[in-house]
Antibody
Framework: QVQLQQSGPGLVKPSQILSLTCVIS??????????WNWIRQSPSRGLEWLGR?????????DYAVSVKSRIAINPDTSKNQFSLQLNSVTPEDTAVYYC?????????WGKGTTVTVSS | QSVLTQPPSVSAAPGQKVTISCSGS????????VSWYQQVPGTAPKLLIY???KRPSGIPDRFSGSRSGTSATLGITGLQTGDEADYYC???????????FGGGTKLTVL
């Protein structure tokens, strides 16, 4: 049974970096049949896919256009986890952030981390 | 504004049937499979339907999905009060190279 455990700060100051980690159990970040995604949800933007990382003989990333200039999603094979880094945050980035596995569609989700951007 | 369009709300009485539509375009629903999610407030979305009409283990057959052209539909029969939740459709958009979600539909069981 695949489980995803999220961690990271719930409060980030404007212009700083939002960093979250998602630890995988029951699967491998290096799986050749899955991708590892970050998705956020806010009342104003609904569910918004941010991006993914996946391994197919080498590592690939895809990012949403809305955040492409300031996002990085990185795997850590030694810890079987992946991370989200979102730079230069503003109050618009306040949301619940979810990590999720995709096997062609997001099928396993973390419990979510509420992140507030405020000074 | 979402690439996939859902009605904001639907309602029906217990025991009745309801359908939720999801309208897209040739670059998303017209080309790729659709999945559906149920979200109870305060919890993460839960996969209900994948690849247009398949149910994961543990999802009752009261839930069904279909796709035709650039639209998809979620059907729920034998409505129960426990079905009250927000429902989202999702699919890959080949033009945007991004996963897209609908705006969500709030189901009320009267």
């Amino acid at each position: 049974q695949v489980q995803l455990q999220q961690s990271g700060p719930g409060l980030v100051k404007p212009s700083q970096i939002l960093s979250l980690t998602c630890v995988i159990s029951g699967d491998s970040v290096s799986s050749k049949s899955a991708s590892w995604n970050w998705i956020r949800q806010s009342p104003s933007r609904g569910l918004e896919w941010l991006g993914r990382t996946y391994y197919r003989s080498k590592w690939y990333n895809d990012y949403a256009v809305s955040v492409k200039s300031r996002i990085a999603i990185n795997p850590d094979t030694s810890k079987n986890q992946f991370s989200l880094q979102l730079n230069s945050v503003t109050p618009e980035d306040t949301a619940v952030y979810y990590c999720a596995r995709s096997s062609g569609f997001p099928d396993v989700w973390g419990k979510g981390t509420t992140v507030t951007v405020s000074s | 504004q979402s690439v996939l369009t859902q009605p904001p709300s639907v309602s029906a009485a217990p025991g009745q049937k309801v359908t939720i539509s999801c309208s897209g375009s040739s670059s998303n629903i017209g080309k790729n499979s659709v999945s559906w999610y149920q979200q109870v407030p305060g919890t993460a979305p839960k996969l209900l339907i994948y690849e247009n009409n398949k149910r994961p283990s543990g999802i009752p057959d009261r839930f069904s999905g279909s796709r035709s052209g650039t639209s998809a539909t979620l059907g729920i029969t034998g409505l129960q009060t426990g079905d009250e939740a927000d429902y989202y459709c999702g699919t890959w958009d080949s033009s945007l190279s991004a996963w897209e979600f609908g705006g969500g539909t709030k189901l009320t069981v009267l």
